[in-house]
T-cell receptor
Framework: ETGVTQTPRHLVMGMTNKKSLKCEQH?????MYWYKQSAKKPLELMFV???????ENNSVPSRFSPECPNSSHLFLHLHTLQPEDSALYLC????????????????FGPGTRLLVL | AQSVAQPEDQVNVAEGNPLTVKCTYS??????LFWYVQYPNRGLQFLLK??????LVKGSYGFEAEFNKSQTSFHLKKPSALVSDSALYFC???????????FGTGTKLQVIP
């Protein structure tokens, strides 16, 4: 185990549903990330939070809405998704982010496998 | 912009043989390079990284990687493959002063008994 947990592990939702993905890290880290993993494509960075503040939104559609209430928890709220949003959504954390520590390691959760019907 | 290329979608190797998973990169300034492994139904696990210093980096599970600045490569190697090494391997790069880590598309390693 990496110290990063994600729930649920699997999620099936219709295009009109609203659901949320949860991520929790037990590592005392200050930075948290959402990635989208699709087959045969590089990991796509979606959002970065540093000390609870969003520092990056990588041109993600507004149907994905992140929330970071504290440094240990990160949510991804989903609404009116499209079938092409089906993917594995990975949460990661690191001790800090930013240009002063480019060599820091990210620790990943197991992911949520999302299927949009 | 920075980028990572993993030219092989899949690598097959016999158990006990040496393995190499290739990675090349493009980045401005000094590169910070990473290898991660993903087992089925799991998230990515950190294997090793290069920041500075010795070009040969040793990591978890007997893996190592060699940084080659002139060839802009960071190939992952292991002297003797195990069936349990079968997984998806990701190379990643981050340039100094650049916040994002850029991942490659992944290489599936299949170790044949």
């Amino acid at each position: 185990e990496t110290g990063v947990t994600q729930t649920p592990r699997h999620l099936v939702m219709g295009m009109t549903n609203k659901k949320s993905l949860k991520c929790e890290q037990h590592l005392g880290h200050n930075a948290m990330y959402w990635y989208k993993q699709s087959a045969k494509k590089p990991l796509e960075l979606m959002f970065v939070y540093n000390f609870k503040e969003q520092t990056e939104n990588n041109s993600v559609p507004s149907r994905f809405s992140p929330e970071c209430p504290n440094s240990s928890h990160l949510f991804l709220h989903l609404h009116t998704l499209q079938p092409e949003d089906s993917a594995l959504y990975l949460c990661a954390s690191s001790s800090k982010t930013g240009g002063n520590s480019p060599g820091e390691t990210q620790y990943f959760g197991p992911g949520t496998r999302l299927l949009v019907l | 912009a920075q980028s990572v290329a993993q030219p092989e979608d899949q690598v097959n190797v016999a158990e006990g043989n040496p393995l190499t998973v290739k990675c090349t990169y493009s980045v401005s300034g000094n590169p910070y390079l990473f290898w991660y492994v993903q087992y089925p139904n799991r998230g990515l696990q950190f294997l090793l990284k290069y920041i500075t210093g010795d070009n040969l980096v040793k990591g978890s599970y007997g893996f190592e990687a060699e940084f080659n600045k002139s060839q802009t490569s960071f190939h992952l190697k292991k002297p003797s493959a195990l069936v349990s090494d079968s997984a998806l391997y990701f190379c990643a790069v981050r340039g100094g002063g650049y916040q994002k880590v850029t991942f490659g598309t992944g290489t599936k390693l299949q170790v044949i008994p």
